[in-house]
């Protein structure tokens, strides 16, 4: 079940993480909180976990704009961080439930395009 060009070595592609804590006291922060989470899935990140989104690339080059996008988006407080890893390295990544390990990855099964 491919859900990646196989033109691209998983050591070229890679996943964009944007991992953040942004403060929701005030009405104005849970605003722009929810508003940055919406730019991240618009621009088509998958939420990993809370505060952990990711996105699929096929090369560092068309990772850029996205990079730039959550850049673009960051609201004005709180923090937020952006790392990019290759898909050999996530795919390595170990996945729990509890103190079970768990198969289900739900950002395999989501496929992207992407065009060249």
């Known amino acids: 079940m491919p859900r990646r060009e196989l033109i691209n070595s998983s050591y070229s592609s890679m996943w964009l993480i944007a991992m953040f804590d942004l403060p929701v ?6 605003k722009a909180a929810a508003k940055f989470r919406k ?8 939420m ?10 096929a090369s560092e080059a068309a990772a850029k704009p996205h990079r730039d996008a959550v850049v ?32 289900i990855m739900p950002e ?3 496929e992207q395009l992407t065009f060249f």
Do not use: H, W
């Open 72 to 103: 673009a988006a960051l609201p004005p407080t709180g923090q937020v961080r952006i790392i990019a890893i290759t898909e050999r390295q996530f795919e390595k990544m170990e996945n729990f439930v509890g103190k079970k390990p768990s198969t």
């Open 25 to 30: 006291v005030t009405k104005k922060e849970r």
């Open 48 to 57: 990993l976990q809370y505060s952990v989104y990711g996105r699929y690339c």
């Open 39 to 46: 730019d991240l899935l618009k621009d088509g990140f998958s």
């Open 108 to 110: 395999a099964i989501s």
